[in-house]
Each structure stands twice: as structure tokens, then as C-alpha cells.
T-cell receptor, first 111, second 115 residues
Framework: DAKTTQPTSMDCAEGRAANLPCNHS???????VYWYRQIHSQGPQYIIH???NNETNEMASLIITEDRKSSTLILPHATLRDTAVYYC????????????FGTGTRLKVLA | GAGVSQSPRYKVAKRGQDVALRCDPI?????LFWYQQALGQGPEFLTY????????KSGLPSDRFFAERPEGSVSTLKIQRTQQEDSAVYLC?????????????FGSGTQLSVL
């Protein structure tokens, strides 16, 4: 099973870019990389996902290395409301599919 | 409603009681997931439905845990003879077609406390 490794915690100054790394060295060719975040007392919220190419949406950018063994989530201008736990997930596919969340990165945006 | 709805929001049970947790997915969503989240941990997969079929229940921790989705919409997670280690937030998620190329929508969860 492909698993992910993330730093336990990170700080970021408000207004700066937050760069959250993730290692997924055992990822398979047909497995997507997803990012979710979870704010206290809420369910996880989808941010972005990708397969091979870099992706951008209104929330963030996702940079995936060419060998697909790691990725970086970029929040271009972090705000206090971005303080949350960020999960990097590889979706396992074997007939059914499941998301393995891990413990994530606790991002604290500082004023 | 517009999102995934879970009820109750909080549940307190005495050890040994049975509990039932309800999930209303987004209308028309084919796939439904249950996750368990212990304090300070990431969500852990419990089970997965596609319509009414339970395709994967490999994450259910014991035979005290049972999930159903009889008509392919609302789902119920039942825990029999609750124990203190069952205390956690139980999250439900749904997705439209059950593809790996689509996002999950999560509810806010049911926080279960077993005393």
C-alpha cells in the first residue's frame, strides 16, 4: 500500500506562501495524490488532487515531482483561516478504493 | 441539504450500550465511506459502499461494528456493546460516481463518547 510521510507541524507568516511537502515513494502509476485539510471540529475538506501534472485551483497549487515520489502543496497567500491539519493522501485502487490519511501536517498561520 | 449530514452530532453512551449513527449523503452520490477518527489522529477507513453494496469492510475493527445502506442512500453505522476504546469521531463521506478521480465530501461527524 502506498503511504505518505509529512512533517508533523509547520508555521507560516500570514500573507506568505505556505509550502507543505509530502513523500509518497511507493506510489503506483494509477494512484492520485490528494490533499485535504481539517479545521477543528469539522470534517476534512478537499483542496486539490493530481496524477502527474502540476495542478492549480482557487485554493492552492499542487506540484508533483517527475518521478511522482513526492509533492508539495502551495497556499500562495496564507491567512489565519488556513490554520488546520493538512493531509496528503494517495488513493489506493484495487476494485474498491480507500483513502489512507495518516497524521497530516498541523499548519499554524501566524499573525 | 447541500452537504453530507450526520446525526447525532454528539452521542454519549454507557459501556455496553448499542448505538446507531446516521449519515445522509449528498443526493445522487453513489459512493459512501465511513471513517473513525481518534483524538489527535487522522481518519481511519472503516467501510465503503457503492450504492447498497458494501464493497469493502476491511477497516471495521470488530464484529461489534456493522454498517448498512439498504436503499443506496442513507447509511447507518451500528456499534453493539460499546466499549471505551470506541470513543472517537465517526465521519461519513460521499462521492458522486465512485471514481478515484473525484473528491470526497465529508460530514462534520458524530462524536461518540463511551463512559
Amino acid at each position: 500500500d502506498a503511504k505518505t510521510t509529512q512533517p508533523t507541524s509547520m508555521d507560516c507568516a500570514e500573507g506568505r506562501a505556505a509550502n507543505l511537502p509530502c513523500n509518497h515513494s511507493t506510489i503506483s502509476g494509477n494512484e492520485y495524490v490528494y490533499w485535504y485539510r481539517q479545521i477543528h471540529s469539522q470534517g476534512p475538506q478537499y483542496i486539490i488532487h493530481g496524477l502527474k501534472n502540476n495542478e492549480t485551483n482557487e485554493m492552492a497549487s499542487l506540484i508533483i515531482t517527475e518521478d511522482r515520489k513526492s509533492s508539495t502543496l502551495i497556499l500562495p497567500h496564507a491567512t489565519l483561516r488556513d490554520t488546520a491539519v493538512y493531509y496528503c493522501i494517495v488513493v489506493l485502487t484495487s476494485g474498491t478504493y480507500k483513502y489512507i490519511f495518516g497524521t497530516g501536517t498541523r499548519l499554524k498561520v501566524l499573525a | 441539504g447541500a452537504g453530507v449530514s450526520q446525526s447525532p452530532r454528539y452521542k454519549v453512551a454507557k459501556r455496553g450500550q448499542d448505538v446507531a449513527l446516521r449519515c445522509d449523503p449528498i443526493s445522487g452520490h453513489v459512493s459512501l465511506f465511513w471513517y473513525q477518527q481518534a483524538l489527535g489522529q487522522g481518519p481511519e477507513f472503516l467501510t465503503y459502499f457503492q450504492n447498497e453494496a458494501q464493497l469493502d469492510k476491511s477497516g471495521l475493527p470488530s464484529d461489534r461494528f456493522f454498517a448498512e445502506r439498504p436503499e443506496g442512500s442513507v447509511s447507518t453505522l451500528k456499534i453493539q456493546r460499546t466499549q471505551q476504546e470506541d470513543s472517537a469521531v465517526y465521519l461519513c463521506a460521499s462521492s458522486f460516481a465512485g471514481s478515484t478521480n473525484e473528491k470526497l465530501f465529508f460530514g462534520s461527524g458524530t462524536q461518540l463518547s463511551v463512559l
